[in-house]
């Protein structure tokens, strides 16, 4: 089966810089995406890596190394606003061949910024 | 351009009870799916659908939740003899054909079973 580990809380004060680190074990991979969700909110999509490496968009980005199966979302300058859950998320091959597949989420992190 | 949009926003019902959820997902997005929220927790996968059709059922907590799809568009989640613990925030998403396409949520229906 498909599994994500992340942690359940982190907090940081305004401006500073925090990682919020997920690691999963699939049998198959397509790809590590990340949602942010305010409280009483919907989920809405930040960032997806297919490729090792860091992407970057504005204040957050998001890196992969698939041969560690770990990936890190990096959120700069904390803003009060950036205070949410954050769920990295894959896909599940099991359904993947000839459409999407299922998005299976890790438990989600969440984030307190302080002033 | 408009969103997930999900109806009614809150339910509250007897337990027992039967409940519909509906779900309209963004014009042109062919794959729906629908996932359950309890407060503070993540987000449990129930059912997928791909057009009409569900290649994963995987995550119905019993067979008592049954859902369908009609015209590639609107979904139901219908929970027959609702229980207490059926009690969360049921969230719809939908997206686009490629494999890397986000998922864009819906609002959720906040269901409560007194």
């Known amino acids: 089966g498909q599994s994500l580990e992340q942690p359940s809380e982190v907090t940081a004060v305004e401006g500073a810089i925090v990682q919020i680190n997920c690691t999963y074990q699939t049998s198959g991979f397509y790809g590590l995406s990340w949602y942010q969700q305010h409280d009483g909110g919907a989920p809405t999509f930040l960032s997806y890596?297919?490729?090792?490496g860091l992407e970057e968009t504005g204040r957050f980005s998001s890196f992969l190394s698939r041969s560690d199966s770990y990936g890190y979302l990096l959120l700069q300058e904390l803003q009060m606003k950036d205070s949410a859950s954050y769920f990295c998320a894959v896909r599940d091959p099991v359904n993947y061949g000839g459409s999407q597949g299922n998005l299976i989420f890790g438990k989600g992190t969440k984030l307190s910024v302080k002033p | 351009g408009a969103g997930v949009s999900q109806s009614p926003s809150n339910k509250v019902t007897e337990k027992g009870k039967d409940v519909e959820l509906r779900c309209d997902p963004i014009s042109g997005h062919t794959a729906l799916y629908w996932y359950r929220q309890s407060l503070g927790q993540g987000l449990e996968f129930l059912i997928y659908f791909q057009g009409n059709s569900a290649p994963d059922k995987s995550g119905l907590p019993s067979d008592r939740f049954s859902a369908e799809r009609t015209g590639g568009s609107v979904s139901t989640l219908t929970i027959q003899r609702t229980q207490q613990e059926d009690s969360a925030v049921y969230l719809c998403?939908?997206?686009?054909?490629?494999?890397?396409?986000?998922?864009?949520f819906g609002n959720g229906t906040r269901l409560t079973v007194t």
């Open positions: 890596n297919a490729l090792d």
């Open positions: 998403a939908s997206s686009g054909d490629r494999g890397n396409s986000p998922l864009h």
